[in-house]
Structures are given as structure tokens and as C-alpha cells.
């Protein structure tokens, strides 16, 4: 699981136990340092990469806000403070939330919400398990699992399914990119096989469903690889 990597900017004692409490209730944060002034922070950060601070604006020697515009690339921030006045301020300066002290788990997860829409990898799209071929002037759906070879047939190919067979005007070379390379390999110029279905094979030929299909001379190296 990926992490967020946070440190918290804070000179209250009960502040900083209240924030470290939340983090430790969420394991995709994982909290790098706590500093009571914005100086020791800046020291950390020169050296350091975090994706997140928790910030307080009251804070001594140098102001929160005042500390965030010294930052050139400044992390996603969470402000917490006592202090609402600042709140305006606070978003032009491009901070991701503004959290008024005090704040209850809920509300500190909202804004937590916001920092994982930054740092959450997108989604995997699943992968896709068909393809649409023409036959007879309509698109017909065939599932990467059902089919057992491809024959090419002059202008045409000839797809052999577990339930049918169809026959596309396309090449084995347009169809062959159609299809996951890690389940299709071609192993002859006229023949496009589904590895999974192979039932044996020699030098020469392999069987699936009971059919014997040819192996090319240029393509036997394809089986070896297997």
C-alpha cells in the first residue's frame, strides 16, 4: 500500500497528541516528525521530502503562513488553528484544507480525503476480455476465452471458438494485434493459436480441440519460448 508521508508543524503539546492520534488511526499515513516551530521544520524539509504538513499559524519565530511562503514547492497542507480569520489567506496560498481547532476524527479524516485524491494512484481499468470482429456487415463479440485459433483464409480470417466459428475480412496480422500477446501466438503465417488451449505439441504441429495445427520453420522458436 502506498503511504503519505506527513509532519506536523505545531507548538501546543495537546494539538500535537490530538493529531498524532488521528495519524496513527489511518495506516496510509505515516508520520516522519512533530516540530514546535517553523524553523526546525525548515531545516527538516531542506533534506527531506514529505507529502503532507499539518500546520499551525500561531506559531514562534516565524508565522505559518509567513513559513509556507518561503517553501518553493510546497507539499498539500492542512492547516489547524483556533484562529478562522485566517482561513482566506490560507487558500490563496493553494492550501488543500483548514481544519478549526477544535476538530473531531471525522472532520480530520474529510480532509485527509482530499490529500488521497492527490497521492492515490488512479485506478488499474480492467482488462479488457473480448473484441468485436465484423461478420456478415454486423460487429460480433467474441470472448479472448472461448476462442481456439485463428485460420487465415486468403482476405479473411477464419476464428474457431469453443461454441462457433466466424469468419472476418481482416488479416491474421490486424487480428493478431487485437489479442493479448501473453495468450496468442502466431505459429505459422496462417495460423493465430490460444496458448492456454493447447492440448500437446511436437516440433511440427500442436493440437487443441483435437485439431493438429502446423508449426511453421520460422516460428518455432515461438513454442520454445512458451
Do not use: W
Amino acid at each position: 500500500m502506498y503511504s503519505i508521508k506527513c509532519i506536523i508543524i505545531e507548538d501546543e503539546p495537546l494539538a500535537v497528541k490530538v493529531l498524532k492520534d488521528y495519524i496513527g488511526q489511518l495506516p496510509y499515513l505515516e508520520l516522519m516528525g512533530t516540530f514546535k516551530d517553523a524553523i526546525l521544520a525548515s531545516e527538516y524539509l531542506r533534506v527531506h521530502a514529505v507529502d503532507l504538513i499539518f500546520l499551525d499559524i500561531h506559531l514562534p519565530r516565524l508565522k505559518g503562513m509567513d513559513f509556507l511562503k518561503t517553501l518553493h514547492q510546497p507539499p498539500a497542507v492542512i492547516v489547524t488553528t483556533a484562529y478562522h480569520q485566517y482561513a482566506v489567506d490560507g487558500y490563496e496560498l493553494n492550501i488543500t484544507d483548514y481544519l478549526l481547532k477544535p476538530f473531531g476524527f471525522e472532520r480530520f479524516l474529510k480532509a485527509i480525503h482530499k490529500v488521497k485524491l492527490i497521492h492515490e494512484p488512479p485506478p488499474t481499468p480492467p482488462e479488457k476480455d473480448f473484441i468485436f470482429v465484423n461478420v456478415q456487415k454486423k460487429k460480433v463479440k467474441i470472448l479472448f476465452a472461448d476462442i481456439l485459433y485463428i485460420e487465415s483464409q486468403r482476405e479473411y480470417v477464419r476464428i474457431v471458438t469453443l461454441k462457433k466459428e466466424y469468419l472476418s475480412k481482416m488479416s491474421t496480422h490486424e487480428i493478431g494485434a487485437m489479442l493479448p500477446p501473453a495468450h496468442f501466438r502466431r505459429i505459422h503465417r496462417s495460423f493465430v493459436v490460444a496458448v492456454p488451449k493447447i492440448e500437446s505439441y511436437t516440433a511440427e504441429m500442436v493440437e487443441i480441440n483435437g485439431v493438429a495445427i502446423p508449426i511453421g520453420r520460422d516460428y518455432r522458436e515461438v513454442l520454445a519460448d512458451l
